[in-house]
Nanobody, 121 residues
Framework: QVQLVESGGGLVQAGGSLTLSCVVS????????MTWYRQTPGNQRDLVAR???????NYADSVKGRFTISRDNAMNTVYLQMNSLKPEDTAVYYC???????????????WGQGTQVTVSS
């Protein structure tokens, strides 16, 4: 069984910073792409930032220059450093990972439970 557990959300004033973490545990052979998404009520879940196993990253235009995604492959953990936060960054942030449970096994998508980020003006 695979689990993704996010942490680090909270309430912060505009201009402030937060760092989100997502730890992957369980029956893991390999973790490929790790992605942060965010969702506000009534809206779809949108990609925020993505990082491959080799460290290649890409970001939503709305967060470029403010957010940084990184990962610790040894710890199966992905981070999202969020700086210069804006009220429009308020959302539930979800971690997603493509995980293989064994050599030769296909990769499957897993989600965390989400962590709330609220940015006050």
């Amino acid at each position: 069984q695979v689990q993704l557990v996010e942490s680090g959300g909270g309430l912060v004033q505009a201009g402030g910073s937060l760092t989100l973490s997502c730890v992957v545990s369980g029956s893991i052979f390999s973790v490929y792409v790790m992605t942060w998404y965010r969702q506000t009520p009534g809206n779809q879940r949108d990609l925020v930032a993505r990082i491959t196993g080799g460290g290649r990253t890409n970001y939503a235009d709305s967060v470029k220059g403010r957010f940084t995604i990184s990962r610790d492959n040894a710890m199966n953990t992905v981070y999202l450093q969020m700086n210069s936060l804006k009220p429009e960054d308020t959302a539930v942030y979800y971690c997603n990972a493509e995980i293989s449970a064994g050599s030769g096994s296909k990769f499957s998508n897993y989600w965390g439970q989400g962590t709330q980020v609220t940015v006050s003006s």
